[in-house]
């Protein structure tokens, strides 16, 4: 009997005998005994060679489970990104994450989207092969017959994922819903099926179906996983799509009504001002000093009604891109004196001495009503937000090109943090009860002077002043789009 010595452990042995009073010669001996060293060395091998395939198979499996992991996280940040990106065309974004789907983690994929009228409609249908995209959405979209199976519409139904991870010739048979759809279910050869709702407070907003045929791999739990978190996140995209959407429609609600409201405002305003100058020229005599005052008064509220609807019907045309520039010579030192002349009176009331330096002509190309509007809207925030100290309004060249005004007052200032957002729609830095206004001002400025070619820019520490600043080339191409 000899033993089978495998790494200094006896695995077995082999065993001879003779039926008879026979004895093994030392010969004989040696032979068995190298024998049972060979037997011993293949046994080894054996057992070699079978822990080398049992590694390099788990080995082979770990890396096929890795690429798999790495399909789908490809798969979920290619969504995430073309989610994101494309708000205002989710539907195309459907078309996209089917296709990368049937790419990469499946053979095909459907999205449906309930309708208005309730009924499922498929959006995207995509398989590997594309010319079968319509196979997919015929196959997969159709009306539920009752009494089969029919994953997607259940998973309508029910808001639950559903999933067949082995579609065999029995499932195939239950999910027909006739000959016609038998037909192309064999030819799509599913073998694997998930479909998971897209959901979103409570209510099912669509399906995304999955499926897959050989020689692509069947579906499995990591899959179920993965569908579950693009519909999430699909579900978010529709939400925020319509969130933009009624928020673009309230946009377009409130332009429109500016447009209308400051239209129809004019036109009474500017009877108002009619009547005034007719009552100012009959009111006589004794009559007429005591109306006058409040004529006066009524004719101040009236200009600064008018003001107000202009400054709305400007931010109209603005979001309507409906303004243009009509430049013509204008001398831009001349512009700003007759501009602090026009409003002596308000900078008087204000109790703000002012002093203008020119260095002489700055002539230029510039739509002179719409400068006189940046002058204005400067000044008379200077006496606004500077009464009772002096004001300082300075022209002159900045280089050969370029021309600046800048307008310094001494009065309340404005605080760092407010600065960035003082030239948008509606942006104010003080408070209603102390400062009227509608916060329009320094925006229209702004997109006057942009339209310009120019920049408006303000330099300001709180409770010691502010300089406004614009620079403008000296030539502005002809009405350049607003
Ligand atoms: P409005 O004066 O009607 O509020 P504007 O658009 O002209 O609108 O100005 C926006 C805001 O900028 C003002 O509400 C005010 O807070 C601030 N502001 C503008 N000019 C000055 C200034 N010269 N000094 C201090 N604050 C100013």
């Given at each position: 009997?000899?033993?089978l010595?495998?790494?200094?452990r006896?695995?077995g042995?082999?065993?001879?005998?003779?039926?008879g009073?026979?004895?093994?010669?030392?010969?004989?001996?040696?032979?068995?005994?190298?024998?049972?060293?060979?037997?011993?060395?293949?046994?080894?091998?054996?057992a070699?060679?079978?822990a080398?395939?049992?590694?390099?198979?788990?080995?082979?499996?770990a890396?096929?489970?890795g690429?798999?992991?790495?399909?789908?996280l490809f798969?979920?940040?290619?969504?995430?990104?073309a989610?994101a990106e494309?708000?205002?065309?989710?539907?195309?974004?459907?078309?996209?994450?089917a296709?990368?789907?049937?790419?990469n983690?499946?053979?095909?994929?459907?999205?449906?989207?309930?309708g208005?009228?309730?009924?499922?409609?498929?959006?995207?249908?995509?398989?590997?092969e594309?010319?079968?995209?319509g196979?997919?959405?015929?196959?997969?979209?159709?009306?539920?017959?009752?009494?089969?199976?029919?994953p997607?519409?259940?998973?309508?139904?029910?808001?639950?994922?559903?999933?067949?991870?082995?579609?065999?010739p029995?499932?195939?048979?239950r999910?027909c819903?006739?000959?016609?759809?038998?037909?192309?279910?064999?030819?799509l050869?599913?073998?694997?099926?998930l479909?998971?709702?897209?959901?979103m407070?409570?209510?099912?907003?669509?399906?995304?179906?999955?499926?897959?045929?050989?020689?692509?791999?069947?579906?499995?739990?990591?899959d179920v996983?993965m569908a579950e978190?693009?519909?999430?996140r699909?579900?978010?995209?529709?939400e925020?799509a319509?969130?933009?959407?009624?928020?673009?429609?309230?946009?377009?609600?409130?332009d429109?009504f500016?447009?209308?409201?400051?239209?129809?405002?004019?036109?009474?305003?500017?009877?108002?001002?009619?009547q005034?100058?007719?009552?100012?020229?009959?009111?006589?005599g004794?009559?007429g000093?005591?109306?006058?005052?409040?004529?006066a008064?009524?004719v101040r509220?009236?200009?600064?009604?008018?003001?107000?609807v202009?400054?709305?019907?400007?931010?109209?045309?603005?979001?309507?891109?409906?303004?243009?520039?009509?430049?013509?010579?204008?001398?831009?030192?001349q512009?700003v004196r007759?501009?602090?002349d026009?409003m002596e009176?308000?900078?008087?009331?204000a109790?703000?001495?002012?002093?203008v330096?020119?260095?002489g002509?700055?002539?230029g190309?510039?739509?002179?009503?719409?400068?006189?509007?940046?002058?204005?809207?400067?000044?008379?925030?200077?006496?606004?937000y500077?009464?009772g100290?002096?004001v300082?309004?300075?022209?002159?060249?900045?280089?050969?090109?370029?021309?600046?005004?800048?307008?310094?007052?001494?009065?309340?200032?404005?605080?760092?943090?407010?600065?960035?957002?003082?030239?948008?729609?509606?942006?104010?830095?003080?408070?209603?009860?102390?400062?009227?206004?509608?916060?329009?001002?320094?925006y229209?400025?702004r997109?006057i002077?942009?339209?310009?070619?120019?920049r408006?820019e303000?330099?300001?520490?709180?409770?010691?002043?502010?300089?406004?600043t614009?620079?403008?080339p000296?030539?502005?191409?002809?009405?350049?789009?607003w």
């Amino acid at each position: 009997m000899l033993p089978l010595k495998v790494e200094h452990r006896i695995r077995g042995f082999l065993l001879f005998a003779w039926d008879g009073p026979q004895v093994f010669l030392a010969e004989e001996r040696g032979f068995l005994s190298s024998l049972a060293q060979q037997c011993a060395q293949a046994l080894e091998r054996a057992a070699l060679y079978e822990a080398l395939r049992e590694r390099g198979g788990k080995l082979h499996l770990a890396l096929e489970a890795g690429k798999e992991a790495e399909e789908r996280l490809f798969f979920l940040l290619e969504a995430s990104r073309a989610l994101a990106e494309h708000l205002d065309d989710v539907e195309w974004t459907l078309e996209h994450l089917a296709r990368v789907a049937a790419r990469n983690v499946a053979t095909y994929c459907l999205v449906e989207l309930m309708g208005a009228d309730g009924v499922p409609r498929g959006v995207a249908a995509s398989h590997r092969e594309p010319e079968r995209d319509g196979a997919v959405l015929a196959s997969l979209s159709l009306p539920w017959v009752e009494g089969t199976l029919h994953p997607a519409r259940e998973c309508f139904l029910s808001g639950e994922t559903r999933f067949l991870p082995e579609v065999g010739p029995e499932l195939r048979e239950r999910m027909c819903q006739g000959p016609e759809h038998r037909a192309l279910l064999e030819a799509l050869n599913p073998h694997s099926l998930l479909a998971v709702a897209v959901r979103m407070r409570g209510r099912t907003l669509g399906v995304i179906t999955l499926g897959t045929a050989a020689p692509c791999r069947r579906l499995v739990p990591a899959d179920v996983a993965m569908a579950e978190e693009l519909a999430r996140r699909v579900a978010v995209a529709l939400e925020n799509a319509s969130l933009y959407r009624d928020a673009q429609a309230a946009v377009r609600l409130r332009d429109e009504f500016l447009s209308v409201a400051s239209h129809e405002l004019k036109t009474p305003l500017t009877s108002l001002k009619l009547q005034h100058g007719l009552i100012d020229r009959a009111a006589l005599g004794a009559v007429g000093d005591k109306v006058r005052p409040r004529l006066a008064t009524a004719v101040r509220q009236v200009q600064r009604l008018s003001a107000l609807v202009d400054s709305l019907l400007d931010v109209s045309r603005i979001s309507l891109g409906r303004l243009t520039l009509e430049p013509s010579d204008v001398d831009l030192g001349q512009a700003v004196r007759d501009a602090v002349d026009r409003m002596e009176e308000v900078f008087s009331l204000a109790g703000c001495p002012v002093r203008v330096e020119v260095p002489g002509p700055l002539p230029g190309r510039w739509d002179s009503l719409r400068l006189d509007q940046v002058l204005v809207n400067l000044l008379t925030n200077a006496a606004k937000y500077g009464a009772g100290r002096p004001v300082l309004v300075e022209a002159a060249f900045e280089g050969e090109e370029m021309v600046r005004v800048s307008v310094r007052d001494e009065g309340i200032g404005i605080a760092a943090e407010d600065l960035p957002r003082l030239f948008g729609r509606f942006e104010r830095a003080v408070s209603d009860r102390h400062y009227g206004g509608l916060g329009l001002g320094l925006y229209i400025s702004r997109q006057i002077v942009d339209a310009m070619g120019g920049r408006i820019e303000v330099e300001s520490r709180p409770g010691l002043g502010s300089i406004f600043t614009v620079r403008l080339p000296r030539s502005t191409a002809q009405c350049a789009p607003w």
